[in-house]
């Protein structure tokens, strides 16, 4: 495949930025990739790695000249990092974003924008439990969604190029507006990982049950739970925080259903409990029918990392 971009610039270097380096190389898709992350640790470590052509110590350094810039930096640190940068962004450059939040995103990055500059907002719905720059591989996009959210007056030449780019890394590619974006992914990804940050916590604070006994007995439920709940801290703060309405909105809901199971079971109500839990089995076929899952016992996740 030809490459569709001269330069990309990645901002912040951990899994997603790791795992799009890996799948552009894989295709072909950049003549040349660079690097920056604020931590000279991560720096070393992409450098030793060899994850980015260049990692420069300097965020202006490895923007300039590119013609796309992709910010993979918690959501929280998305507009103080756009204003670092913009005034040596290049001419018809495009810049997008990885955030798993997009209106708030949106909101602080467009007032720093120069003119000239495209910004197309984009959600990879990818990633594992893992994080830093050793934890990225070239498959993690493969046959999953990306959401690109243009803003207004994005550019469709500019939105094509983009769309081309993620379908080359291997993502499935859709458009969606910020809010509608905020409350999809409060439904399927933000309010499922409190829920599991919650169910570990409550494991944690139960005394009657042991450290011991959770490790040793965990079935698949909470041992799933567990893998959720080891995601990266300073994200997922940053995305409660900056999707707040859409997250609480969910969360009201998800709590009036929970009241109606606990009510099903203290009266003894099975053909609710049965009704609801084969409403419920359903989704599960759904996923795995549209290949975003399988059903094996690893959950389709025993796929090769690079070192």
């Not at 930025?17 to 070393?44: I, Q």
């Not at 810049?95 to 495209?118: A, F, M, N, R, Y």
Request: proline share 4%; aromatic share 8%; glycine share 10%.
């Amino acid at each position: 495949m030809a490459h569709i971009y001269d330069r990309v610039a990645l901002i912040g270097l951990g899994l997603i930025a790791s795992s799009m380096f890996w799948a552009m190389k894989r295709k072909g898709l950049a003549g040349e990739v660079t690097g920056f992350a604020r931590s000279a640790e991560t720096r070393h470590i992409a450098r030793e790695i060899g994850l980015c052509d260049v990692v420069y110590d300097d965020i202006r350094e490895a923007v300039r000249g590119a013609d796309l810039v992709v910010l993979c930096v918690p959501v929280g640190a998305m507009g103080p990092v756009m204003a670092q940068i913009a005034d040596v962004l290049a001419p018809g450059a495009t810049v997008t974003d990885v955030g798993s939040v997009k209106k708030d995103v949106i909101e602080k990055i467009i007032p720093h924008l120069p003119e000239g500059v495209h910004f197309i907002a984009g959600h990879p719905l990818a990633g594992t439990e893992h994080s830093g720059p050793r934890a990225g591989f070239a498959e993690l996009f493969d046959n999953r969604w990306c959401l690109l959210v243009p803003v207004a007056g994005s550019d469709p030449a500019a939105i094509a190029r983009l769309r081309s780019f993620w379908e080359g890394i291997g993502s499935n590619v859709e458009e969606m507006d910020a809010d509608h974006h905020d409350l999809v992914v409060a439904v399927t990804s933000h309010a499922p990982h409190l829920i599991a940050y919650t169910m570990v916590g409550v494991a944690d604070d139960l005394s009657r049950v042991t450290d011991g006994e959770v490790i040793k007995y965990s079935a698949g439920g909470f041992r799933d739970f567990t893998r959720i709940a080891a995601s990266d801290p300073t994200m997922w703060r940053d995305v409660f925080l900056t999707n707040k309405e859409a997250t609480l909105e969910i969360l009201g809901r998800f709590t009036e259903e929970l009241f109606a199971l606990q009510r099903a079971i203290r009266q003894g109500d099975g053909d609710h409990l049965f009704d609801y839990f084969t409403r419920t089995r359903a989704i599960r076929r759904g996923i795995i029918e549209a290949g975003q899952d399988t059903d094996a016992a690893d959950f389709g996740r025993g796929v090769g990392r690079k070192p």
